[in-house]
Structure formats: structure tokens, C-alpha cells
């Protein structure tokens, strides 16, 4: 596609249900990152996801997230048991693969606002 | 742990007043720094870059950022802003020695532009 797509765009749940986020990166970019966007917290880095190298998990805030990458295109953010502090703004970004330098600028889909109530 | 750290978060200035706001980061290798910019109801988009050679980048809508290697600081500037400037604006640093190439962001600077 032109550029990153992100569904749902908002995503209203009840404490403790689980919910999937999806997003689709554009098409090449081997490079996908999510992030969460909360007021006064910035971007807050979740997981990151190159080519076929294991991903880099280390900004998972609990073991109720995971996400996965199939085929090395869609990926998806899975939270479980929601809580309402997750209640946030979810964005993905994808890039071309680190071949050179100039061209890792990231892309960014419109994220998914996500209420836990 | 790669970081990146704004030092203004919140910036309130008048139409054509200078600007220059604030970002350092931590991290000893090679890297590849990014200014976005997030208007109101809008998506994030890049408005500069650097990864190599001339340490002063030039971005789009008369923005600019140096990179001073020696300081770990990448700050950005504009010599006059104005009321569409308004926005929230995100220093972002990638690791890029190293083998993940992971993209940090800092907590961001909100500009409001006073008409």
C-alpha cells in the first residue's frame, strides 16, 4: 500500500478482555516497530521487528504483550487481559532494511487509540 | 541503554520568534538521528535527518538541526516560526552499529505558537 495502515482505529474494551491490534507495513520495508503514545510520555518503544533476525522485545511493558510478524509483512499487537492503564495510542512504523544509512527513515501508520474501560 | 532525552516539553513562543529546541542522546556508536513532527490530528512525519557527512541537516518548512557529535546533541532550529508551526516535536536517535538498529524516541517538546 502507499503507506502504513493500522486497524482498528479505535479500539473501545473491557478490563481483562484481550485485544489485537494489526498493521499492515509498506510493502518492501523489512523494518516494523510499535510503539504506544500516552499524554506526556512520548513514544514509548514496545518491539521491533528486522528481516528474519529474532525481534528486539525489550520495551514489552509486561508479559501480557506479544506481537508477531508473519511473512515478514502484517504484524500484530496482541494485548491480554487489558488493563486501564494500557489505555494509550498504539503506532506502528515500518522501514526499509538497513542497507544503507540514508534510508531508515521510519513511516508511521495513524495508530490505534485504544480504551480500556 | 540507548536513550534520548528533550529538554523543553512544553515551548511557547510569537509568530517569528527563533527557535531551538533541545535533544541529546546516549549512545556511543554510530547513529542515525530523525526530528518528526506530529501536527494536531495528524499522523508523524519526518522533517529532518542526518546520517552522514555535513553535521548541519536542512529539513522541510525552513527547519534545520545540527549535529554536534562531540555533545551527543542533535538540536533543531528554525529562525522564525510561525502559527503552523504549532505542534508536537519528537528527537528520535537509531542505533545503527549495532545489530538491532532499534529507533528511541525521546518524550517530545509541544510548540505552541501564539498568532
Known amino acids: 500500500g502507499a503507506g502504513v495502515s493500522q486497524s482498528p482505529s479505535n479500539k473501545v474494551t473491557e478490563k481483562g478482555k484481550d485485544v489485537e491490534l494489526r498493521c499492515d507495513p509498506i510493502?518492501?520495508?523489512?523494518?516494523l516497530y510499535w510503539y504506544r503514545q500516552s499524554l506526556g510520555q512520548g513514544l514509548e518503544f514496545l518491539i521491533y521487528f528486522q528481516g528474519n533476525s529474532a525481534p528486539d522485545k525489550s520495551g514489552l511493558p509486561s508479559d501480557r504483550f506479544s506481537a508477531e510478524r508473519t511473512g515478514g509483512s502484517v504484524s500484530t499487537l496482541t494485548i491480554q487481559r487489558t488493563q486501564q492503564e494500557d489505555s494509550a495510542v498504539y503506532l506502528c512504523?515500518?522501514?526499509?532494511?538497513?542497507?544503507?544509512?540514508?534510508?531508515?527513515?521510519?513511516?508511521f501508520g495513524q495508530g490505534t487509540r485504544l480504551t480500556v474501560v | 541503554a540507548q536513550s534520548v532525552s528533550q529538554h523543553n516539553h512544553h515551548v511557547i513562543l510569537s509568530e517569528a520568534a527563533s527557535l531551538e529546541l533541545g535533544c541529546n542522546y546516549s549512545y556511543g556508536g554510530t547513529v542515525n538521528l530523525f526530528w518528526y513532527v506530529q501536527y494536531p490530528g495528524q499522523h508523524l512525519q519526518l522533517l529532518l535527518k542526518?546520517?552522514?557527512?555535513?553535521?548541519l541537516v536542512k529539513g522541510i518548512k525552513g527547519f534545520e538541526a545540527e549535529f554536534i557529535k562531540s555533545k551527543f546533541s542533535f538540536n533543531l532550529r528554525k529562525p522564525s516560526v510561525q502559527w503552523s508551526d504549532t505542534a508536537e516535536y519528537f528527537c528520535?536517535?537509531?542505533?545503527?552499529?549495532?545489530?538491532?538498529?532499534?529507533?528511541?524516541f525521546g518524550k517530545g517538546t509541544k510548540l505552541s505558537v501564539k498568532p
Open positions: 542526518y546520517f552522514s557527512g555535513d553535521p
Open positions: 512504523a515500518s522501514s526499509f532494511r538497513r542497507a544503507s544509512r540514508r534510508d531508515t527513515e521510519a513511516f
Open positions: 528520535a536517535c537509531m542505533n545503527y552499529g549495532g545489530s538491532q538498529g532499534n529507533l528511541i
Open positions: 510493502s518492501g520495508h523489512t523494518a
